[in-house]
């Protein structure tokens, strides 16, 4: 369910209307359903998030923040949000934001000792979200990939410590497909709250997306814009035919074109970008909704680009793993056969 704005009324930002829709998980928390990606690629300079965080929390209305251990700028997020918090002008307060970030592939053994250091790092006491941010266990010894024997079953109940301790207001999955999912159900005493997965009209994952919120966990979308800034023919959503007749239908841009499509289908979108106008541009996607055979009409582009594959490398060097190589579980899923109603 969705309610019409995130913890405060639309107000003027910079001269536009702001209204950030949100979200309810499936512990009761209400989550904004647009925010700000904080991957920038490695060869950003970190000073550029400090200035960034503070144009769109203070002057654009975001909050939402995602990042993770590995994005490396958990300190830089952390010394912008603690200025934020202690200006009298700006008003906002930490209750005020929605902040999440990522166990990696090498803290699967202790979790917890994982979130305490992220925590410090960003000198918070508790983020509102924490996620697995990959379903393998890694890490690397003097240049050597080695693969660590730690069991899903094992890093998730370190994931339901971190709850019940109150380090993590709630807790979940990222790049989880169908069969991970129903499998740590089988074990899991606190369902997740978010799979947060690629998700953009060259990527829709419907099936997917579908089954999560069949059994209650919300989807949240990185890279919901595709590759907006690269060249290669087909990788660029908003310079697709259909996606330029919608804005044009709409009077939107292309972005917020893709960023209302993907919260038309009821799941969150991260956008990243290092331009102050495009942060401005995309939280204005929040103030409308397409309309049902257009949303269909995006889900239909069938074009499956996947972006971040670990098989490529070229984002991932943990690893040339084939993760996204499983089909999809096939089933009717008005017809799921098992109830999850002993999770809480």
Request: hydrophobic residues 40%.
């Amino acid at each position: 369910s969705t309610q019409s704005t995130w913890g405060f009324d639309s107000k003027e930002i910079s001269k536009m209307e702001v209204k950030v829709p949100g979200i309810k998980l499936n512990n009761g928390i209400m989550m904004p359903m647009i925010g700000l990606g904080t991957y920038l690629g490695k060869a950003s300079k970190k000073e550029l998030i400090l200035t960034l965080l503070r144009k769109a929390i203070i002057e654009y209305g975001y909050r939402l923040i995602d990042t993770a251990k590995v994005y490396e700028y958990e300190e830089e997020i952390g010394l912008a949000l603690q200025e934020i918090f202690n200006d009298p002008k700006a008003k906002i307060k930490r209750a005020d934001l929605f902040i999440v970030n990522k166990l990696w592939n090498d803290d699967h053994e202790d979790p917890e000792a994982a979130i305490k250091t992220s925590l410090k790092k960003m000198k918070l006491d508790y983020f509102d979200l924490y996620l697995i941010h990959w379903p393998v266990t890694q890490c690397l010894d003097q240049d050597k990939l080695l693969f660590k024997p730690v069991p899903l079953y094992k890093t998730w109940a370190g994931m339901e410590e971190c709850y019940h301790k109150g380090l993590a207001k709630s807790i979940g999955l990222s790049n989880f497909n169908c069969q991970l999912i129903l499998d740590l159900l089988t074990y899991a005493k606190v369902k997740p709250m978010i799979n947060q997965i690629e998700l953009h009209p060259y990527l829709p994952q419907t099936r997917l997306v579908n089954f999560c919120q069949k059994i209650g966990i919300q989807c949240m979308a990185f890279a919901p814009l595709s590759a907006p800034g690269s060249t290669a023919p087909g990788t660029s959503a908003m310079v697709d035919p259909a996606v330029i007749e919608l804005a044009k239908k709409y009077g939107k841009t292309p972005a917020q074109i893709c960023l209302a499509w993907g919260m038309t289908r009821q799941y969150v979108v991260i956008p990243a970008s290092s331009n102050p106008d495009r942060l401005k541009e995309n939280i204005a996607a929040g103030n409308f909704t397409l309309e049902k055979e257009d949303v269909e009409k995006l889900c239909n582009l069938g074009k499956k680009l996947r972006i971040y594959d670990p098989v490529s490398g070229e984002f991932h060097p943990w690893g040339h793993l084939p993760v996204f190589e499983q089909n999809l579980l096939t089933l009717t899923l008005d017809l799921l056969p098992v109830s999850y109603t002993h999770l809480t």
